[in-house]
């Protein structure tokens, strides 16, 4: 069985950063994905976005707090949990869900949003390879570093 969520959006807002009494950081997370949805009788297309809390701890929480900000595209990899509890002031239960995340990094942050103090991540002048996607790199350490991916050489005999 597998419980694995991968996330690419944009912070809605700064962490919230606690520091719990043992000394442990955690950090939530508003992250919004959108997707452009098509209808084919009426030829409209209309955006739909999906909020998500994100919850991360010890070092991917203190990288948060230092490098991540309000509009910042982030990459987020987890898996779901959801928790009950009652409405002390309806005596309703309540489901609230959120992505424990396992893999964090940076990608930028949005162009189009003009306020400064956000993480742009650098742009690469190596070349696009167009067969898998190009995510530019964040310049400090992410908490897990990125897995290398090499081109295959077409000059190799392969016996398959």
Same mark, same amino acid.
């Given at each position: 069985? &597998?419980?694995?969520?991968? #996330? &690419?959006g944009n912070?809605?807002?700064?962490?919230?950063v606690r520091v719990l009494e043992s000394g442990t950081k955690t950090a939530r997370l508003r992250v919004a994905t959108t997707e452009r949805i098509y209808n084919r +009788? *009426? @030829? %409209?297309? !209309?955006? /739909? *976005?999906?909020? /998500?809390t994100v *919850? #991360?701890?010890r070092q991917m929480a203190d990288f948060a707090d230092r490098f991540a900000k309000k509009g910042s +595209?982030? $990459?987020?990899e987890g898996k779901i949990r959801s928790h009950e509890w009652e409405d002390e002031a309806t005596h309703t239960k309540r489901i609230g869900i959120e992505i424990l995340a396992d893999e964090f990094r940076l990608l930028g942050r949005r162009e189009s949003s003009g306020e400064g103090g956000g993480y742009s991540a650098p742009q690469s002048s *190596?070349?696009?390879? =167009?067969? !898998?996607? =190009? $995510?530019?790199q964040p310049q400090q350490p992410v908490c897990q570093p990125? @897995? %290398? &991916?090499s081109s295959v050489d077409e000059s190799d005999d392969l016996p398959f």
């Open positions: 069985m &597998i419980n694995k969520v991968i #996330l &690419i912070m809605g807002a700064d962490p919230e +009788q *009426t @030829q %409209e297309s !209309r955006d /739909h *976005t999906e909020w /998500h *919850t #991360l701890w +595209q982030v $990459y987020v *190596t070349p696009v390879d =167009a067969s !898998r996607p =190009a $995510y530019p990125p @897995q %290398e &991916i």
